[in-house]
């Protein structure tokens, strides 16, 4: 039976930039392909895993490429990586012209005409790819696959089959649990740090205009059932066989789109997780549907840090383009409680959006000084294919079709130019605390600071780009030395970590319990 088997290898492009930096880090973990891992492995099929954490060149994979026994090659595709999958394929091809390579992830969901279309691209599968790619291993030696739901084939003639999306798995308990060993977990960047990164959820109620969420639910016939969790003891199971295999594991990183997105999961998950592990952890919540009686269940299960999408200040922006139905008020009333049980608060935001300008990015500096988060990530706004917001961008500005991987502000409107959001994003933090120290002198003279710093962050006559230019040679360095002390002296750096986040010890947490 051992002909039966079919070998796959999986392809992970696992870098973002900057990738020469990362050649000594292990990477990052990856649910979707620990997840079709699993399944294939379950019937019975080979499955390695080739996760290129720095970007190579064309001879350094066709070299790689000769370490694995495989007959199927699935590669995994986020936008901002397409032109570089695009590359992969190309050099497959010419390393092994008989190979079938098949292409998953979010760039093909949302583009599936785009990736099909690429030379040497065999096939490409449209949203959920562990019962697709099972399917396929199973039927690939016969021959007889082409009429497979979700996979999208080019015959070698260029004639192209696109089958219908099956269904979404509407229950993951059904899902084996994620194939920890495909990857060298061990090494991976997290592990550096003693944290494991899990999702015990996909998709999202809500339909930000930004996100890919909001896109990728439109493709399933059963979309009203997009939004699922395992259930609470089967996401005990995943979390209790994670630290059975690797019991360094002191922390937990949950990635879910929104941790508090069900109350009726979330408040008998936490139960569970408080007397079973209590370990620390980091999760993402939606101010607009939590109350303080979320924030106290989650103090006492061992979370330490919140991290929530504030987006953008400018009530307009937020939910008139970004569909982010909360106020101010309610931001500033939810982060009150995470102030009063101590929590660490990191909000993410959203610079250069749609009817953006620097006066609008400045009511969103004002809106973190009121909130008092403890960390602050400013991201510049970036249009994912077919989002609605991309939609709203293309009307009001430019971007090209194809987004280079380097290109630090790909949306371009004229009267927020790509050197001002930059200049925006660099000097986010900066702001921040100059706006802070305002508040702390006598109320007359925090006001006349107040307007100066308005008319300096929004004047046509301070020199951005030389600024911009400035902090990028400072920021590089401190990303080294980060990595470095990541790297060279972790104890170090978990030290600081939990002295910064004022994360008890595991014993002491359970104590105080």
């Not at 019962?131 to 690939?140: D, H, K, M, V």
């Not at 630290?243 to 002191?250: A, S």
């Not at 294919?385 to 971007?399: M, Q, S, W």
């Not at 920021?475 to 104890?491: E, G």
Request: aromatic content about 14%.
């Amino acid at each position: 039976m051992e002909n039966d088997l079919t070998k796959v290898l999986l392809v992970y492009p696992d870098f973002v930039s900057a990738a020469s930096e990362k050649r000594n880090t292990g990477g990052n973990w990856s649910e979707g392909l620990a997840s079709i891992s699993a399944v294939l492995k379950q019937g019975g099929h080979k499955v390695s895993l080739m996760h290129i954490v720095y970007e190579y060149d064309e001879p350094t994979f066709k070299q790689k490429l000769k370490e694995f026994d495989y007959d199927l090659i699935g590669i995994s595709c986020r936008t901002t990586a397409f032109e570089y999958v695009s590359d992969l394929v190309k050099w497959a091809k010419e390393a092994d012209p008989d190979c079938f390579i098949w292409i998953g992830s979010y760039h093909a969901t949302i583009e599936p005409e785009e990736v099909i279309k690429v030379p040497g691209v065999d096939c490409v599968c449209i949203g959920e790819g562990e019962y697709p790619a099972l399917e396929l291993a199973q039927r690939y030696k016969t021959g007889d696959y082409f009429d497979i739901q979700s996979l999208w084939f080019k015959k070698p003639d260029g004639e192209i089959i696109r089958n219908p999306v099956r269904p979404l798995l509407e229950n993951l308990d059904e899902l084996p649990l994620p194939d920890f060993d495909l990857f060298d977990y061990k090494n991976l960047e997290c592990m550096r740090l003693d944290t494991a990164l899990v999702m015990m959820s996909r998709g999202c109620l809500f339909s930000c205009t930004y996100c890919g969420n909001s896109q990728f639910r439109n493709v399933y016939p059963n979309k009203k059932k997009y939004a699922r969790f395992r259930s609470p003891e089967n996401a005990m199971l995943y979390l209790e066989t994670l630290l059975e295999k690797f019991p360094n594991i002191k922390f937990f990183n949950f990635r879910d789109a929104i941790f508090n997105m069900y109350d009726d999961w979330f408040y008998p998950f936490m139960e569970m997780y408080t007397e079973r592990i209590h370990l620390p952890f980091t999760c993402n919540l939606r101010l607009d549907i939590m109350t303080e009686k979320t924030v106290e269940t989650l103090k006492k299960a061992g979370c330490y840090l919140i991290d929530v999408g504030v987006e953008s200040g400018n009530e307009e922006i937020r939910m008139k383009y970004c569909k982010r139905m909360m106020t101010n008020e309610q931001m500033i009333n939810a982060f009150s409680w995470f102030h009063k049980y101590d929590f660490t608060t990191m909000t993410y935001n959203i610079v250069g959006l749609p009817h953006e300008t620097l006066a609008k990015t400045l009511e969103t500096i004002k809106l973190n000084v009121k909130l008092n988060p403890d960390k602050v990530i400013p991201n510049i706004f970036y249009p994912y294919p077919h989002t609605v917001l991309a939609d709203i961008a293309r009307k009001c500005g430019e971007f090209p079709d194809v987004i280079p991987a380097d290109m630090k502000v790909p949306f371009y409107q004229k009267d927020y130019p790509p050197h001002e959001v930059l200049y925006a994003s660099n000097f986010f933090h900066k702001y921040i605390k100059r706006y802070k120290r305002c508040a702390k002198y006598p109320k007359w003279l925090g006001k006349i600071f107040e307007k100066m710093y308005d008319r300096r962050f929004t004047s046509k006559l301070i020199p951005r780009r030389f600024l911009n230019w400035q902090y990028d040679l400072r920021h590089r360095a401190i990303l080294r030395t980060k990595r470095f002390v990541i790297r060279k002296m972790p104890k170090l750096y978990l030290y600081l970590r939990r002295k910064r986040n004022r994360i008890k010890d595991t014993g002491e947490a359970k104590a105080a319990s």
